[in-house]
């Protein structure tokens, strides 16, 4: 972002809400930091006051979030909302234990006296204005009031900035653009009281939704290249309705619709991060067959911060580190969630990651504006490095010989190779390999997936023992996808129990790997 747009912002009253204006700069309000960032970032959280999610009113959410992310901007203390028996107690613990992170039972309006907020902006519950106030909390460092709580805060010492209570999304968008970033924007349902709403304030980002409209299209279309929807679109009609719509126009996205707590998160700093379980290729085995399994879904921010660390299905489960697993992983949380991805990469035992699709965030590359892809690949390739990710997943249609593609990938020394996904199905390409820049783009060879044929245990168990046994031909390897929801840990072992001794299971980063050195063409 230019100096000119920051200098403008903080002349339209950025930080108007705040009784500690002077001490919020704009380069911190959009959290300047060492090391390089894709994504704005809040400030170092030193004390949160802790709510269990469920103690509050929806309402109160609304306000709890807003006033989380004008606390993100400048550090210190902050608000986290808490969810039990999910990974957010998790990150909470982490944040204590490593980072000395102090943590305290909340109060939220002796939270709000404290701040030094005395501005609200009054919205209507259920209705496009809780957008609009979101948006223009960050606007003008006031927090987002439902008029069932007006009188409480007008108790409470605030003053009414603004009422938006007869606005929608279109209205903000019309009125204040030029004083929001152009890099991201929040996709969030109106239905939805707190989720993303504090990263959306601390960014000073636009919160939106309007189905898949022209509306919709024209928000996607007003961002820069490469630029970022975090959360979620209407996927009634599928989810290419409106992927789509952003790959056309050289946009990406993050499902996070459901994420919390993104403020405070992505208030710590990891300049780099290393995966602690060893990737050291073994010497091929002339009578072999190597197979990796993969989940699908890795780019779900949502999901990784919420059940899948706790999950008997996914990484909670208690057999995981019986086997070599691939797991998909967003490489946005170096910078969103650094403290979760080391959490992950801590508790790995045979656990290797790789980045989920398609690369910085979901879109299909063969609709991506060519100059767009070629800075989302040099973006996606620098946190890869970052994160200690070489591979990354691809979901497009019908494009896995266009290796122009995979080259604007497979040219950045970060990146080892690609597995591709056929939109539907995501095995349709049976394992056939493509080459670009002398480094693979593998496709899967076969899925678990409840319900599809051939997509059962037992016969992707055939399918394996069946296979090429040959390490220097592309055949003597498989990768085999299983589907997030609806299959587990449990499932993919069910099919390594019945592999024959020559099927040999390997993450997946390792197979790329030993396609490159020993099969290549």
């Keep these: 972002m230019s100096d000119r747009r920051l200098s403008r912002r903080h002349a339209l009253g950025l930080t108007a809400g705040l009784g500690l204006a002077a001490a919020v700069s704009p380069s911190l309000a959009f959290g300047a930091a060492p090391a390089p960032s894709a994504y704005p970032k809040g400030q170092r959280p030193q004390v949160l006051n802790v709510f269990d999610e469920s103690s509050l009113s929806l309402p109160e959410r609304t306000l709890a979030t807003t006033l989380q992310g004008l606390l993100a901007r400048r550090g210190g203390e902050s608000l986290y909302l808490n969810l039990p028996g999910l990974g957010y107690q998790h990150w909470l613990d982490d944040l204590v234990a490593r980072y000395g992170v102090r943590a305290r039972t909340g109060d939220l309006w002796n939270t709000v006296n404290r701040s030094g907020v005395r501005g609200y902006v009054l919205f209507r519950a259920g209705t496009p204005s809780v957008n609009v106030a979101t948006t223009l909390a960050g606007v003008t460092g006031a927090v987002a009031i439902e008029e069932g709580l007006e009188a409480l805060a007008i108790r409470n010492g605030l003053r009414k900035v603004l009422d938006v209570r007869d606005k929608d999304d279109r209205w903000v968008f019309e009125t204040y653009w030029p004083q929001l970033r152009h890099d991201v924007v929040v996709e969030q349902r109106a239905d939805i009281p707190e989720r993303l709403r504090d990263y959306v304030t601390m960014a000073g980002a636009l919160a939106f939704f309007d189905g898949n409209s022209e509306f919709r299209a024209g928000v996607v279309e007003a961002l820069d290249d490469d630029g970022t929807v975090i959360g979620w679109g209407d996927a009634s009609a599928g989810e290419d309705a409106f992927i789509g719509v952003n790959s056309a126009t050289g946009v990406k996205a993050l499902p996070a619709d459901h ?87 801590d ?34 390739a620098q946190a890869m490095g970052r994160s200690d990710l070489s591979v990354a997943q691809i979901i497009d249609f019908d494009s896995f010989g266009n290796t122009r593609l995979w080259s604007s990938y497979l040219k950045r020394p970060e990146i080892d190779g690609l597995i591709y996904l056929e939109y539907s199905r995501y095995d349709g390409l049976k394992g056939e ?81 030993m396609v490159a050195e020993h099969a290549k063409p």
């Design 347 to 380: 508790r790995s035992v045979k656990d290797r990651w790789v980045v989920g699709p398609s690369g910085g965030g979901y879109m299909y590359p063969s609709r991506y504006p060519a100059a767009a892809l070629d800075k989302h690949t040099a973006s996606l």
């Design 433 to 513: 390999v493509v080459w670009s820049e002398g480094k693979p783009v593998i496709s899967a060879r076969t899925m678990l997936w409840e319900g599809l044929d051939g997509a059962d245990e037992a016969s992707v168990t055939a399918e394996l023992n069946a296979a090429t046994r040959n390490p220097f031909s592309t055949a003597g390897y498989s990768i085999v996808v299983w589907h997030a929801w609806s299959k587990s840990v449990d499932d993919v072992l069910t099919v390594v129990d019945g592999l024959a001794p020559h099927v040999k299971v390997i993450p997946p980063d390792t197979l790329v790997r």
């Design 259 to 345: 994420a919390r707590n993104l403020s405070v998160l992505s208030g710590i700093r990891e300049d780099r991060l290393t995966q602690h379980v060893s990737a050291k290729l073994p010497e091929p085995d002339p009578d072999a067959h190597y197979v990796s399994f993969l989940i699908t879904d890795g780019d779900n921010i949502q999901w990784a911060l919420g059940d899948f660390p706790t999950d008997p299905r996914w990484f909670g489960s208690p057999r995981r580190g019986e086997v070599d697993l691939g797991w998909g992983i967003s490489p946005s949380l170096i910078d969103l969630a650094p403290s979760v991805m080391r959490w992950f990469y």
